[in-house]
């Protein structure tokens, strides 16, 4: 049972687009989400987090929004840029339930110059 | 450079084996997780350490097994290994807030094992 899903396996986009990646969560008890990057022979890097108490959170040209009701969270990046190309995790959790963090299986972002 | 070291890179081995991954955590880090990640799987969360004491457990297989130390090091010893053993292994750290399981992990670069 994926509690933590990233549907699409993977995504190109050209340079200086927009990229969006997203994510989707089964278990309603979840309350914080992260996002990770991770590089070929490398480990996932933290990227950016938000709460449940929150919708959006920025931090540079990365954005993660959060739509509780649908249960969908959706990270931004704004310019793509070629070094951003990497596998992206989602990652969930419960600060109620104490209980680790659940990862997706990740999206293979391209960024083609 | 997250601050988090394993060792060894690589490792390979045969059907049956034993082997030890180790772990050094951040400077100041005292929640160590240990996470499996085989080929087209996500990370698959095994265990969690929290200043030496075991905080929370995952899918992690019977022949798995893991410790903290007093220095906050752990290790991963994975026993009568099966060629479906082989996979990338990661750990990382947290702060530790009280054991809390829901923080921002740092990870370390992982070691690949492979099982013959």
């Known amino acids: 049972d994926q509690q933590v899903k990233q549907n699409s396996p993977s995504l190109s986009v050209q340079e200086g687009r927009i990229s969006i990646l997203n994510c989707d969560y089964t278990n309603s008890m979840f309350d914080y989400f992260l996002w990770y990057k991770k590089y070929p022979a490398e480990g996932p890097t933290f990227l950016i987090s938000?709460?449940?108490?929150?919708d959006k959170n920025e931090d540079g040209r990365f954005t993660v929004f959060l739509n509780k009701s649908a249960k969908h969270l959706s990270l931004h990046i704004v310019p793509s840029q070629p070094g951003d190309s990497a596998v992206y995790f989602c990652?969930?959790?419960?600060?109620?339930?104490?209980?680790?963090?659940?990862f997706g299986k990740g999206t293979r972002l391209s960024v083609i110059a | 450079d997250s601050g988090v070291t394993q060792t060894p890179k690589h490792l390979i081995t045969a059907t049956g084996q034993r082997v030890t991954l180790r772990c050094s955590p951040r400077?100041?880090?005292?929640?160590v997780y240990w996470y499996q990640q085989s080929l087209d799987q996500g990370l698959q969360f095994l265990i969690q350490?929290?200043?030496?004491?075991?905080?929370a457990k995952g899918n992690i297989l019977e022949r798995f097994s893991a410790q903290q130390f007093p220095d906050l090091h752990s290790e991963l010893n994975l026993s009568s290994l099966e060629l479906g053993d082989s996979a990338l292994y990661f750990c990382?750290?947290?702060?530790?807030?009280?054991?809390?399981?829901?923080?921002?992990?740092?990870f370390g670069p992982g070691t690949r094992l492979l099982v013959l």
């Open positions: 938000i709460s449940s108490i929150k």
């Open positions: 990652a969930a959790g419960s600060y109620s339930g104490n209980t680790p963090l659940v």
């Open positions: 400077s100041g880090d005292l929640s």
């Open positions: 990382a750290s947290s702060v530790g807030t009280s054991g809390r399981a829901v923080e921002t992990q740092y």
């Open positions: 350490y929290y200043n030496g004491e075991e905080r």
